[in-house]
């Protein structure tokens, strides 16, 4: 025996619209913050030399989920950064910078377009390499005095 269904439990388009309508488009768009969240992950997987279908294997996501997160233009949430955190051996706290001043919301390093520069990852690969604490300490400082810094 089939039920009837009364028409007036379906939801027309014209009403799915009028509600949406609701929903503003700055709910919609990535921010600033996602861009900068994707540009730590993705400096974080290439500095590991992994790439994105094994970081999506390691969170169930397809490799185009890993660019857009990497893009920014989707938003990361909570579990899906914290799985990527455990993915990438960092603290969740890797991709945000808190400002210095306490109590203000954090914010994110400048340092993501630096990060994704080749000549950086492959230092920082090789620096990671290097097992004797003294020599780190020396390159840091060979470094240092190369560098033209006021530090």
Same mark, same amino acid.
């Given at each position: 025996?089939?039920?009837?269904?009364?028409?007036?439990?379906?939801?027309?388009?014209?009403?799915?619209?009028?509600?949406?309508?609701?929903?503003?488009?700055?709910?919609?768009?990535?921010?600033?913050?996602?861009?900068?969240?994707?540009?730590?992950?993705?400096?974080?997987? *290439?500095?590991?030399?992994?790439?994105?279908? *094994?970081?999506?294997?390691?969170?169930?996501?397809?490799?185009?989920?890993?660019?857009?997160?990497?893009?920014?233009?989707?938003?990361?949430?909570?579990?899906?950064?914290?799985?990527?955190?455990?993915?990438?051996?960092?603290?969740?706290?890797?991709?945000?910078?808190?400002?210095?001043?306490?109590?203000?919301?954090?914010?994110?390093?400048?340092?993501?377009?630096?990060?994704?520069?080749?000549?950086?990852?492959?230092?920082?690969?090789?620096?990671?390499?290097?097992?004797?604490?003294?020599?780190?300490?020396?390159?840091?400082?060979?470094?240092?005095?190369?560098?033209?810094?006021?530090?």
């Amino acid at each position: 025996m089939r039920r009837r269904v009364s028409p007036a439990c379906f939801v027309t388009i014209a009403d799915w619209l009028e509600s949406m309508s609701a929903v503003t488009s700055e709910h919609l768009e990535s921010s600033a913050i996602d861009a900068q969240v994707g540009a730590r992950v993705r400096a974080r997987r *290439q500095l590991l030399g992994m790439s994105q279908e *094994q970081l999506g294997n390691s969170l169930r996501v397809s490799f185009q989920q890993v660019q857009k997160y990497e893009r920014g233009s989707t938003r990361v949430s909570a579990s899906a950064l914290f799985e990527i955190s455990r993915a990438l051996d960092v603290p969740i706290s890797y991709f945000f910078d808190p400002r210095p001043d306490a109590g203000e919301a954090p914010v994110l390093t400048g340092d993501a377009g630096l990060l994704g520069k080749r000549e950086t990852l492959e230092l920082m690969r090789a620096f990671r390499r290097i097992t004797d604490a003294e020599i780190r300490r020396q390159v840091v400082a060979l470094v240092k005095s190369m560098a033209a810094t006021d530090e």
